[in-house]
């Protein structure tokens, strides 16, 4: 029988090779040996040292590259500040042109570089050509645009400066493209390591970009491990750290960056849902798990690797899809026809294979199709894990495989449940052909990404980050832009005070009287005044049970005020999480709570005034309590319309960009304006419906006696403010310790920044600080609107593809 | 799985293989008619744009190559159903399509391909019914079956009766197939039970002949009209489901093709039945064909690369991959004029 004879019987798939031949003449062009690419030069590591890396679907060596260590990171970082003045200089319209023409290499070289991509990553060549490099050249292409754009809609801005960048392994020329192209068209300069398993693609874009006449030192490439990979995140010359990576990775980033005010992005990882309802087209839903947990191997940090099924129709869909999973061909990576390559190195292979089997020793069913796997090289056949359940390890922790775990739900109000029942919020996709389900679902789900009816969907508008321990910052629009941008008044405040203000008193101690030569006679005894925390809507004596005296600026005694503790702090974050409900009522009606606050303060300006004008001054005070009914009328105005905007990606998609509250703020207010810089915070979040925990400023924290009394008779539901006095310090690191504080924000001294900064790292809170500076409270162009809203929101794209 | 030829004692085709045609382990019965359930036609859930990604991509991850990619465009021309409908036909035209039929590849390619066991031919010739006895008569001693368009042929909006009768006519005059066309107001207007009584109808007078039932996807509009359109036939008795006249702006494509296989797939683990699949009109490439035999691999398996349950609906399509073949021999790019027409 000749050969075609057999194969018209057999009519299976041969091998259909991708041919290698020009992404190898490149590499033999470079003698297969990488430099590091700094200030616009190959250069040698000062190690000396190079690192192997190799193709993992086969193990061979592909190419020597340098290893860099401490020096390395000097001299790029110093690159890059020698670089920014010039590149700052230039026009939009100028580092547009660049953009532009980077989007243009990457296109016109696209093949060599997927192919590249493939061979150093073990992606499928179809992933790496099809997806990958488009996306790359297309975000160029998108941030060409922000750069052209960038003093007409970031008018206000500034570039943060020089930016550290630290990308993975798994899709590592996009991530380079995520990082870069915002970061230059923002006009910062550039410092990015790439994944050691995965430098080629990054070096060869270096190479595009000394092709298109980059300035030197505007993009720097390093090739360092993971340890100067901190040193490069750690480097006080480095103004802005952006990462993508695991959790894990992101702590001690985190960790690293923590007495440093520099503005942090963190991607990282995901267990993400993928929900199927009994209404669902069940064919489409299959397809959509192959382009959620076999992509890339499902090494992918946005992967739907917890599906959650309606028990309905889970037989079918199971079945359904096993059936689905012989189908899938694992294989050579550079085979055209290859679902599933390599798993990019033997390490990562292990820790899946290790992870299937506590699963499998948890209890789970594990389920894998009759299919070959090579032998040779980093394989993993496609797995579905059932008879899973929340509390196994498989379905808690990220396993950065192909391996699938599935569970059932019941109801939608079980699925969202189950959904949310994870430390993480990257993405989530929701499958149902009713339009009142998935938008239901889309809206409770805690995830950066919602994609209805489709999976792992990308686009450089439409902005990608999570909620959670998933990160924050967001990559891609005009969000993403605002990760590499700054406020221009920023720079321009002055310092704030490098140390925490002293105690009051010791509260142990006998309360001080003040000094009877002061000649100021109070009214009334202060004593007599009776201020408590207040925590969900409730006034509190503080669970210590001890007062601290409050002077007045000529050192008299102006009252006492409760002691917070950390019972207090527990009290009253359990209040502002079981209000949540706020960020479901309409923005009208937030809107209508926020003018009834005026309201009443126009009411009561006078006494709380009076009263404030002990702590502060007559002049101050006036205009304090002025200032604060107009930024009340502020925040009630922006309620409704601090809004999302609709993005229209290629392909038949609408995105809606949505704000969403982020949940409950911790705040800890500065002391500079004790009523407006304490509103100043609460006011944007609770405008966006957050949840607060407030600790007012020592040095006015009777403040709390007047508020109390406006949000008692403003309808403020009980929960959305809490306010609890005591020592910040004290407070502000039990805030920041809590799991159940989503936010925190501290506008008060470096030290406590850092104590915050430090102490937020457990559940990844997002943090905001005056970042050493001293805001200007009474400037209403500095001290609301869209920078305070930006915080207290994070932005939930909702993919909604249509057409019948 | 290496398939054996089978030999057949009349000397007919060898690509016409006998093999057990089954789905995910089950063996499946060949089709008949069901009870009308309207569930299945009312359950159906279809979403556009993830048919269409999937369909889109499915071209995308996957290709043949070399000595593979020669053998499937064999394939695809033992799936193929020559076809002539046009006003224009006659008998002549018909005889030469016949011909053609007989030898779809000129002689020095099958040699030079190593192929002359198989005795290569198309799946069948499909015409009007005015040149169904011509065409068996060409046919004679092929084993080639012949096809006829039936039951108001485009449009199927004859009197019933008289669209049954001409199914009658058709077999009784040799044709072996029958191509019916469904009258789309039913499925506009939901009338399932009168679809199914017609298109059951129209099986019993096919008789032996094996049934394809047209859905006219073009003029359907939207998937699910298609998907339920393709539950009611299967019920009704349907051996094929077919996409489109040919006369339709729009015939056959990836995203409903892939709407009915799945239906097929879903028929078969309900039912126990092996529904064929017949894509027609607009596939003119031989890259179009690999691409619809690779669908149906992935979908359905390896029994529905047979034409007992595939067949590609196309006139122009063969010209291009005897091309192809030839590009495939000689590594040379061959012109249309180097080909003996249909």
Known sequence: MSSITEKFYTMEYGAAPEDPKEAVRWLDLHHRRFEEFIGGAWVSPASGQYITTSDPSTGEAIAEVALGNKDDVDAAVAAARKALPAWQALSGHERARYLYALARQVQKHSRRLAVLETMDNGKPIRESRDIDIPLVARHFYHHAGWAQLLEAEFPQYTACGVVGQVIPWNFPLLMFAWKVAPALAAGNTVVIKPAKYTPLTALAFAELAMEVGLPPGVLNVLTCDARNGQVLVEHPGVDKVAFTGSTEVGRIIRKATANSTKKLSLELGGKSPFMVFDDADLDSAVEGLVDAIWFNQGQVCCAGSRLLVQERVAETLYSKLRARMETLRVGPPLDKAIDIGAIVSPVQLETIRKMVETGVAEGARCWQPANAVPEKGCFFPPTLLTDVHPAARVVQEEIFGPVLVGMTFRTPAEAAELANNTVYGLAASIWSENINVALDLASQVKAGVVWVNSTNQFDGACGFGGYRESGYGREGGREGMLEYLTPKWLHTLPAAPAKAARPASDPTSDINAPDEDDGFTPAISPIDRTVKQYIGAKQARPDSGYSFPVYGREGELLGEAPLGNRKDIRNAVEAARNASGWARTTAHNRAQVLYYIAENMIQRRDEIAVRLAAAVGEEQAAVEVDLSIQRIFSYAAWTDKYEGVVHHPPGRNIVIAMPEAVGAIGILAPSEAPLLGLLSLVLPAIAMGNTVVAVPSERYPLIIGDLYQLLDTSDVPAGVVNLVAGRPTELAKTLSEHDGIEAIWCFRSDEEATLVRNASIGNMKQVWTNDGHEYDWFNPAQAEGRWFLQHATQVKNIWVPYGE | ?342
């Open chain 2, 1 to 342: 799985m290496v398939l054996q030829p089978v030999t057949s004692p009349n000397g007919a085709s060898h690509s016409v293989q006998s093999i057990p045609v089954a789905l995910n382990g089950r063996v499946l019965e060949t089709n008949r008619r069901m009870p009308l359930n309207l569930d299945w036609a009312d359950q159906v859930r279809v979403n556009t744009s993830a048919v269409e990604r999937r369909a889109a991509t499915h071209c995308a991850r996957r290709t043949v190559k070399k000595d593979t990619q020669a053998a499937w465009l064999l394939r695809a021309i033992a799936c193929m159903d020559l076809t002539t409908l046009s006003g224009d036909d006659s008998a002549d035209r018909v005889r030469r399509l016949c011909a053609k039929a007989r030898n779809p590849l000129q002689r020095h390619l099958v040699e030079s391909l190593g192929i002359e066991e198989l005795r290569l031919t198309v799946g069948a010739v499909c015409v009007y019914h005015a040149f169904v006895e011509t065409a068996v008569r060409a046919l004679e001693g092929s084993g080639i079956p012949v096809a006829a368009v039936s039951a108001g042929f485009p449009a199927g909006l004859s009197p019933l009766a008289e669209r049954v009768d001409e199914i009658h006519r058709s077999v009784e005059s040799g044709a072996r197939e029958i191509d019916i066309v469904i009258a789309r107001a039913h499925v506009f207007n939901g009338e399932w039970q009168a679809l199914y009584d017609e298109i059951a109808a129209f099986k019993e007078a096919a008789g032996p002949a094996r049934l394809k039932a047209i859905l006219g996807t073009g003029d359907l509009m939207t998937l699910r009209n298609v998907a339920r359109a393709s539950w009611v036939a299967m019920m009704a008795g349907a051996d094929f489901i077919k996409t489109s006249t040919g006369k339709e702006m729009v015939n056959a494509t990836l995203p409903v093709s892939l709407v009915m296989v799945r239906c097929i797939r879903d028929y078969a683990e309900r039912t126990g039945c092996a529904v064929g699949f017949k894509p027609a009109g607009g596939i003119r490439t031989a890259r179009q064909a690999t691409d619809w035999l690779a669908l149906m691999k992935d979908e359905l398996g390896r029994p529905w690369l047979e034409p007992s349950l595939f067949r590609f609906g196309a006139s122009g399509m063969l010209g291009d991959i005897e091309r192809q073949l030839e590009h495939h021999l000689t590594g040379r790019y061959s012109a249309t004029y180097r080909h003996p027409i249909a």
